[in-house]
């Protein structure tokens, strides 16, 4: 039997694109590996490593993570899933970290979501908590029942920083400026694949027609070893 050879992918779109989703989905039916930069950089800085705090003292000063800790970060993990399938998320973010990460193993196929603009800024900044509960509520798909107010409680909603419009459209165009040039980089390579549209769940069946022909759909042959 020939062993197909490991997927190395990377997925890449602007906040609130749907990546999240995306890749849960991806790692439930092609059984891959997940790194996420933030989920990582979260880690470090928790445990308080070396890489964490340095980490740490860029974000508390509002700057960016320079491309030599983050690929270092980044690296570090990679070397431990050299037997697996994996989906890199969040990086690489610059051209420098693209190339690093090409010197170390090559790349497969980079999944970019590609959502317009105003859709994710309708998406972000329709989202209200209960800070105290967590409870996530969107004006457009599940508001709540009176505006401004818990449906449990009735204690009032307030926004997340990160999502009030001008916030949103910061990060929007930090993500143009910095990731452009990746996406780029990728497409000259051929290795780009962009997935068009404003809904997931729309654009969700033209990533899974792609995967597949890549990997098996991993989530089928467990439902049936369950029977």
């Known amino acids: 039997?020939?062993?197909p050879p490991l997927l190395r992918a990377v997925i890449m779109g602007?906040?609130?694109?749907g990546k999240g989703t995306v890749s849960a989905r991806i790692i439930k039916h092609f059984g891959v590996k997940h790194l996420s930069s933030g989920d990582l950089l979260r880690d470090n800085m928790q445990k308080k490593t070396e890489v964490g705090i340095l980490a740490k003292?860029?974000?508390?000063q509002g700057q960016l993570i320079p491309d030599h800790i983050m690929t270092q970060l980044m690296l570090n993990e990679i070397k431990g899933l050299d037997q697996y399938n994996w989906l890199l998320d969040g990086f690489p973010r610059t051209v420098a970290q693209a190339e690093a990460l090409d010197k170390e193993c090559h790349i497969d196929t980079v999944i970019d979501l590609d959502v317009p603009f105003e859709?994710?800024?309708c998406r972000l900044t329709a989202r209200w908590i209960?800070?105290?509960?967590?409870r996530?509520?969107?004006l457009e798909f599940s508001p709540p029942k009176v505006q401004g107010i818990d449906d449990i409680t009735g204690e009032p909603l307030v926004q997340r920083d990160d999502d009030k419009p001008e916030t949103v459209s910061k990060r929007l165009q930090a993500y143009d400026a910095q990731t452009k040039p990746v996406l780029e980089y990728y497409r000259k390579?051929?290795?780009l694949k962009s997935f068009s549209g404003t809904e997931t769940n729309k654009i969700w069946p033209h990533i899974y027609a792609f995967l597949q022909t890549k990997l098996p759909d991993v989530s089928q042959k467990d439902a049936a070893n369950s029977r």
């Open 1 to 3: 039997m020939v062993v």
């Open 14 to 17: 602007p906040p609130g694109s």
């Open 57 to 60: 003292s860029y974000i508390d």
């Open 119 to 121: 859709t994710i800024k």
């Open 130 to 134: 209960h800070p105290a509960s967590g």
């Open 136 to 138: 996530v509520y969107n």
């Open 189 to 191: 390579k051929g290795l």
